[in-house]
């Protein structure tokens, strides 16, 4: 995966949109739900596992994107 700081502008604004695909993130959601009912075993633990990896090195690209589109002044300040 390449830096961040090293792709174009229309990259770096194109990740600042990051979502996590709608399946996974319906999913994600799903297993949440059946955690917190008690209705959970142990594969259910690793997809939700798997999931949370996949939506925080999403959020940290995403936030990282922000960050750069910032500084080359592509983007306001989220205030």
Do not use: C, H
Not at 7 to 22: C, G, I
Not at 30 to 37: D, G, K, P
Not at 65 to 70: D, F, G, Q, R
């Amino acid at each position: 995966m390449e830096p961040i700081s090293e792709l174009t502008d229309e990259q770096v604004l194109a990740l600042t949109e990051l979502q996590m695909e709608p399946d996974q993130d319906e999913r994600l959601s799903n297993l949440l739900n059946q955690q917190q009912s008690g209705i959970f075993t142990s594969e259910d633990y690793q997809e939700l596992q798997d999931l949370m990896q996949i939506y925080k090195e999403g959020l940290l690209r995403k936030a990282t994107a922000l960050n750069e589109a910032v500084k080359r002044g592509l983007m306001e300040p989220l205030s």
